[in-house]
């Protein structure tokens, strides 16, 4: 099922902005699963904007210190160190990838925006946009480009790479961060790997927080099922804290205050002084004129 995305504007600061995902086994191959088991499979979390939570296959890897290859894997084997001292994960089967995790990333999400694969990590967008020849080519006289306007097709079925850079538009820079769920289970005493995508939430440059699926707190859950039929449940709460009252009054006598400076400033401009008019004179207006610019 195709679930749509819902656009927000947000001017506070995202590490505010937090949710709550509750994840629960509602069948078990085709079963429906008892209370019992309902209420043992199921799971809430509270993420943070990019702030990792690792999964239990990640939380292995990067447990082992010599797996750890960059300064980001290194951070994560200490950010491991630290969480064994305190007594491990408090997550279960839900996980979240953040930005730095991108070559971690699945390939089966690699389609969504923002997303980069290992094997096209190098070179980059920009340096294959500049490096184009469609870039490097000075623009052709106005004559050229008006007497090739009828020779070439208005719609490119099978643009090539160079085509594609030098007629795209550049997206602004996303963040992105992938909540997903470890739904990893084992057949014949193996362990079949198996992870799904929840919720993908983007925030750009201008301040806005894409997320799909939306919010679906108090609404019909969110399914999906697993390989071997299993089938699960979730929501999405937004459980940001609301902002205090007193901070709402104070944004709003700060547009108060500003608004009534703004009316000071041009009403100082203007100034309240004005010239009488000559007494006995006439006034008038030129409405219509006719043959104004003829020659004589």
Not at 79 to 91: M, P, S, T, W, Y
Request: hydrophobic residues 30%; contains cysteine; negative net charge.
């Amino acid at each position: 099922m195709e679930h749509t995305q819902h656009l927000y504007r947000t001017e506070d600061d995202l590490k505010n902005f937090c949710i709550r995902v509750h994840l629960s086994k509602v069948s078990h191959g085709g079963r429906m699963a008892g209370s019992n088991t309902h209420q043992q499979e199921a799971e809430s979390y509270i993420f943070s904007w990019q702030k990792k939570a690792f999964s239990q296959r990640e939380y292995e890897f990067y447990g082992d210190a010599y797996n750890c290859t960059s300064a980001l894997e290194s951070r994560y084997s200490r950010d491991i160190a630290r969480l064994r001292q305190e007594g491990g994960r408090q997550n279960g089967r839900l996980f979240c990838y953040i930005e730095g995790d991108q070559p971690n990333i699945p390939a089966e999400l690699c389609g969504s925006p923002n997303v980069v694969e290992p094997s096209q990590s190098e070179p980059t967008f920009a340096s294959r946009y500049f490096s184009s020849s469609a870039i490097r080519r000075r623009r052709p006289p106005r004559k050229q480009l008006l007497a090739g306007v009828g020779d070439e097709e208005p719609v490119l079925e099978r643009p090539t790479v160079e085509e594609r850079l030098a007629h795209r538009v550049p997206t602004p820079p996303l963040q992105s961060m992938y909540i997903m769920a470890d739904l990893t289970h084992s057949v014949e005493g193996i362990d079949i790997w198996e992870e799904h995508l929840l919720c993908l939430i983007q925030v750009d440059d201008g301040g806005a927080v894409s997320v799909k699926p939306d919010f679906n707190s108090g609404q019909t859950p969110y399914r999906i099922e697993t390989r071997n039929r299993d089938v699960y449940e979730y929501r999405l709460h937004q459980v940001m804290e609301p902002v205090p009252p007193e901070h709402i009054d104070q944004e709003k006598n700060l547009q108060e205050e500003i608004y009534r400076r703004k009316a000071e400033q041009l009403h100082n401009l203007v100034g309240t002084q004005f010239a009488d008019p000559v007494s006995n004179a006439l006034y008038g207006a030129v409405i219509l004129t006719c043959h104004f610019c003829k020659p004589l």
